[in-house]
C-alpha cells in the first residue's frame, strides 16, 4: 500500500484513503458546446498513458475529500510530487536532472 | 448530556426516537466499545473568510491545522477539511440555529442523524481501531484532539482521539452495525 | 518413555514435559518444546511424505521454513485439517494429530510411485508435450486427471471454524529475523527510544545460535544470551517481540505484511484466541537480518529419508537433544558440516565417515575433527546414496573417478555451502549483487529504506555480523528520526562477541557423479522433484533465459520460492550454457516468503464483516411483518411482503393492485440524497444537470437528468428547491456515492469558482413514500403546518414542516403515476413515524410493498430506472426524455458529448414499450430483439428487453425496451427468439397505466 502526501492536510497517509482520478491538466472549454468534434474527442477520450512520469488527478476521498494533483512515475509507481488542484504544472520536478 | 439534546427534540414529538444500536456495548480485556447516545451535529462549510464570525457564532474556534479539533462546552468543531468542519455538539443545544444567524457565506446541513458514534475506551483502544484503520494512531502522530476522516474495514469513519487512551469514532448510520461488530471483534484481540 | 534418539543431557527441552502425539494413526512420545521434525526424528522416523511428481519416499531435509519435503496434514477436527504444514515448523502439543501427504494406499506403499519408475515420461516440460492430442482429451480425460493427481494435501471441505485477527501497526525500525543480527540491530535502535518491532518465524529467539554451540557472547552461551536480550527487548515499551512471526511480503515505501501464527502450537487454542494474526507493517526503516540458508550436495538419490542438511541435524541435536541417527555419514564442500560431525560425535553417534570434495582444506574444525578419530575423505564425492525408504549407505568415489567404496550409513548430513536470505531484499525490489569471491548472491542495489545485515548480507563471522547489525540497528532508528542512541557515549549495550563459527565457500551446482552426461536422480528442488538432468535437459530444449528454465522445470516454484533450489538450479543452467553465472541471472523471488493461509488474508471480513450490511431505519418493523429482502448494493431493501400462504407472486399482485385502488406505504431511504447550499446553488445544478433550475420557484420540484461529458445518462431524482440557495437533491440508490464524486469532482476542479457546498445526507433522513389514491387523507392526520390541499401542495413541490411532532421534508412526487408523497423525517425517527402512518393506513387498506411493486408500478408508468433501462450508453434523447434537456442552456456536462455526430444518427436504440400478443407471456429481460424470425443465425439483433413484469392492474405482461430506431416502428410487430420458440411483440409507447396522468391528482 502506498503513502500519498496530501497537499491539503499536509502529510502522507495510506492509499486506502484515496482514489485515482485520472489525468490531470486537462482543460475543460469555457465553450464546451462549440467545441468541434475533433477538440471534444482529444479533450474526452484521449489520454497520454505514458511510461515514466504521469500528471494526474488524485482524491484524498476518505479524508479531507479534496481533489490534487500528482506526480507519478507509473514505472516505479513512486510519486514524486502533489501539489493542490487548479495550481499550474510544476515548472520543474524535485530530483529531476532535465 | 445528549440526554438533554433528546429531550428537546421529544419535548413536541409524538413519536419516540429509536436511535441505532442504542445502548449496545462490549467490554474486552484492556478496552471497552460502546454506542454513544445521540447528539446534535452539522456539517459546516465555509471559506477562510467566514471563520471568525462562524467561531464566534458557534462558540468554539473552528480550528485551521489538518487532523486537529477545538471543543468548548460541550461542543467539538473537527477539522475535516480545509473548507469543511464536523460539528458535534452534546450539550442538548442546536449548532444549526447558531449558525443560521450568521450572515457569512457558509453551508450548515443537519446530520444529527446521519452519523452514529462509538467510543473505543481503554488501554487498547489505539489497537482496537489500528484493527481496520491504516492511520498511525501513535500519541506523536495523532494526538489526544486529533481528528481525522478515514476508513475502519469497509467502512469511512471519522475519528476524534479524545484522550491518550480513547476515540470516538463516527460513522454513517447504516454502517454503524457494520463499525461496531468491527471494533468489538477487534477489541477481542487487541490486549494480546 | 524416551524415545530411541533422543540423547540424555542434550538439547534445551526439559525432559520432564511430554506430549504424546499420532502420525499416520501411531502414537509416539515427544516433549514439549519439540517440533513435530524433532519428535520423530527422536522415534527414529524419518519417512514423512512422498514426493510431488515421482511419489519418491522423503524425510526430513531441514530443521526450519525451508523445509521442502516434510509438508503434513494436521488435523484438529473435522474442520481443521491443515495441509501442507512443515514438520519443522509446527510446534508439537499434546495430542497432536498429523498425516502424511500424496501416497495411496500408504507411506510406505504408495502406488503412485510407479510415476518414479516412468518417470522418463515426466521430464522437464512433460505437461506441455505430453497432453497435446487428441485435442478432445484434454477436456474430459488428461485435464480431470492431472488436477486429480496435481497437489499437495487435501483442502478441508467444512468452512474454516477459526477466526483471525489483523492489524496495521507503525514503528521506526522493523527487524526482520531475530538472530544475534536481528537482535543485536534491535537492541540498538530500541535503545534510541524509536519505536521497534522485531519478528521471527521461529517460537525461540536466537536463529543459528539454537545450533552453533561454539557462539559466546556477553560471556554466556550464544542462544542464552539471545533469550536474555529478548527478554530485556519484551520489557521495554517501544518494542514490541512478535515470535512466530513470518514477514512474507515486502511491500511498496517500507510496508511489509507479517504473520503471526497464534495458536497453532497451542493444544487448546480457546474461542477468544485468533489462529493467527495479519500485522500490515509501516516502518521508518527496515533491518532485514534474514540469515542464510545451507545448501544441499546435489548427487544421485541425495533425497533419500535420513539425507539432511548438516546444519539441521546439529540443531535437532544441540536444540531438541535428538541424534538423526546412530552411524551418521558426512558429504560436504565446505567447513560447516564438521561442526556438526564434530557435536554428533561428542555425543556418542559413530561418524562413519567425512567426505569432503575438497582437494586439501584445513582449518581448526577439520583438526579437531580428526583429533576426535573421525575419518576424513578429502577430494572424494558421494555418488549415490543406497536405500529406499531410508538411506542405508553412501558410495564414495575419488571425485575424478576411479575404485568406489560402499560405507553403510543411517544418516547423511550434508552441506553445499551457505545461500543469503535474499528474498525479502529482492520483494523489496533491491537487486542482487553477485560476488565473484564467495560465489554467492548478496543485496547490490537498494530500492528502498532498508539494510541488510548479517548472513543476508553476505557477513561471515558472529563478531562481525554483530558490529555490523548493532552499528545498522543505530543507524536505522537515527534515520527514522530518533535520537542519538548512547553508542557514542559508551553507555550503548552493545553485544561482545566472545567466541563464534564463520564458514563460507562450498560449491555450486551438480556435484561429481551428478553433472553433464549423467542421468541419475540428483534432486536440485526437492518440492518440485525437479533434478540436475531436468535443468540441463531444459537448456538444451532451448530454455536460455533462467525465467524460462525455471518455469520449464518448476524448479524454485510454488511454496519453495528457491530456498535451498535456486543456486545449484542457477548453477547448473550457467555451466550447461556455458556462462558465467551473473550472466544468468537469478529469478525473482515472489511473495509470500512461506505460504501464507487465506484465513489470515481476509482476516476480520468475513461472516457479518465480509462487507457492511445497511439497513433502514424500517427495517426492523419490515422483518416483523414477515418481508423479504433483497440486497441492493450493500442494503437490505424489503422485497415484497407477503401475507399467509402468498407466494412472491401473489403478493407483488396484491400490493400493486392496492396501492392504485387505495394507497401503499414504501420505503424509499435508500435513496441517495445530497443537499446543495449557497448562493451558487442554482448555478452548479444548472451545469451538473440537463435540466434548467434557476427559474425553478424555492416549494417546487423537477425530476433532474445528470449525464457524463460523454453525453450518456448518468443519474436522475428528483429535486427540491427548499430555499433560493438550498436544493435537496435525490440520487438512484446505486448512484450515491458516485454521483456525489462526480458533482465534488465538477465543483472542486472545473467550477471552483463558485459559491457552493455539498453535503450528503442520505442518511439524515428516512423516507417514507405514501402512494395511492388515499395518500392523503394517510398523510394529513399527523401533519402540522403544512397546507396539504393541491393549491397549496401540488405535484411536485416539497414542504418542510412537522409530522408526529418532528421535523419533515414533505416531497409531493410520485414515481407510481398515482397522487404520492415522500416523507423525509431524521432517520432515528423513521420507524416511529412509519408506525404512525401504517396506522393511519389501515383505516384505508392500505398496504406495505416492496421494491418489486414499486418496480411493476413505475414500469406501468413507463418510468425509467437508471442502470436498468440505461446502460452507459443512452442519451436523453434515446431515453424519451428530451423534454428534461434546458434547450436554451449554453453548457451543462454533457452538452458537447450529446451533440455527437453518432449520438444524435438515425438508428439509434430508443427505449420504447413492447407488448407481448399472448397477453399471458412474460418476457426476460434481457432478451434479444429481431426483426425477421426466420433469417438464419446469427440473426441480426436490434435491440434487447430492459424491464419486463406482469402486470396486475393492466392485466396482461408490459416490457421496455431498447429497440433500434424505436419510436419510428410504434405498432411494428418484432420477435424475441428464445429456446422454447419465438414470440411475437408489438411495439407501443412506454406507458401502460394512465396515459393523460391523471390519476396523479386522482
Known sequence: MLLIRCPYCEEERPELEFRNAGEAHIVRSANIAGESEDDFEKYFFIRANPKGVIYERWRHIHGCARFFNAVRDTVTDKFVMTYKAGEPKPAKLPGASK | ??????????????????????????????VKVEILPPAERISLRAPEASLAALSKGLGVTLPTKPKSSATKGGRTALWLGPDEWLIIDESGNDPLADCAKVSALHSAVGISHRNVAISVNGPAAAVTVNSGCPQDLSLEAFPVEAASRTILGKSEIVLLRTAADAFRVECWRSFSDYVFTFLSEAASDAAN | MNAAFRIPGAGRLSQAKTASFSFDDKSYTGIEGDTLASALLANGVHLVGRSFKYHRPRGFLSAGAEEPNALVQIVRDDARKTPNVRATVQELYDGLTANSQNRWPSLAFDVGAVNDIASPLFSAGFYYKTFMWPKSAWKSLYEPKIRAAAGLGVSPDRPDPDHYAARYAHCEVLVLGGGAAGIAAALAAAETGVR?????????????????????????????????????????????????????GYYAQNFVGLVERVSDHLKTPGRELARERLWQVRAGRVVLATGAIERHMV?????RPGIMLASAARTYLNHYGVAVGR?????????SAYAAAIDLKKAGVNIAAIVDLRDNPSGSVIDEARGLGIEINFGRAVVRAGGKLRVSSMTVQPKNGGGERTVPVDAILMSAGWTPSVHLFSQSRGKVAFNEETRRFVPGTYAQDCVSVGACN??????????????????????AGGKDSGIKAGKGTKPTVDAGESWSRGMLGAAPGAGAGTTVKAFVDFQNDVTAKDIRQAVHEGMHSIEHVKRFTTNGMATDQGKTSNMHGLAIAAETLDKPIPQVGLTTFRAPYTPVT???????????LFDPTRRTATHGWAAAQGAVFEDVGQWKRAWYFPKAGEDMHAAVNRECVTVRKTAGLFDASTLGKIEVVGPDAAKFMELLYTNPWEKLEPGRCRYGIMLREDGFIYDDGVVGRLAPDRFHVTTTTGGAPRVMHHMEDYLQTEFPHLNVWLTSITEQWAVIAVQGPKSREIIAPLVEGIDMSDEALPHMSVREGKICGVPTRLFRMSFTGERGFEVNVPADYGEAVWEALWAEGQKHGATAYGTESMHVLRAEKGYIIVGQDTDGTVTPNDAGLDWAVGKKKTDFVGIRGMARADLVAKGRKQLVGLKTKDAKVVLEEGAQIVEDPKQAIPMKMIGHVTSSYWSENCGRSIALALV??????????LYVPMPNGTIEVEVTGMVFVDEKGERLNG
Not at chain 2, 5 to 25: M, Q
Not at chain 3, 327 to 335: I, L
Request: no cysteine.
Open chain 2, 1 to 30: 448530556m445528549a440526554k438533554a439534546a433528546a429531550k428537546t427534540n421529544a419535548a413536541s414529538a409524538s413519536v419516540e426516537r429509536r436511535p441505532a444500536l442504542a445502548g449496545r456495548a462490549l467490554s474486552a480485556p484492556g
Open chain 3, 598 to 608: 487465506f484465513g489470515s488474508i481476509v482476516g476480520h471480513a468475513r461472516g457479518p
Open chain 3, 196 to 248: 521497534v518491532i522485531i519478528a521471527d518465524e521461529q517460537a525461540e529467539f536466537g536463529g543459528s545460535l539454537r545450533f552453533e554451540s561454539g557462539a559466546r557472547i556477553d560471556g554466556e552461551n550464544g542462544f542464552a544470551w539471545a533469550q536474555g536480550a529478548i527478554a530485556k527487548l519484551k520489557a521495554m515499551d517501544n518494542v514490541r517481540v512478535l515470535p512466530r512471526t513470518t514477514a512474507f
Open chain 3, 327 to 335: 552411524n551418521v555419514g558426512v558429504y560436504t564442500a565446505n567447513d
Open chain 3, 299 to 303: 548427487f544421485a538419490d541425495n533425497d
Open chain 3, 964 to 973: 433500434a430506431g424505436g419510436r419510428d416502428k410504434m405498432g411494428k410487430t
Open chain 3, 458 to 479: 553476505g557477513t561471515d563471522g558472529l563478531d562481525a555480523t554483530v558490529e555490523e547489525a548493532y552499528a545498522a540497528g543505530a543507524k536505522a532508528a537515527k534515520d
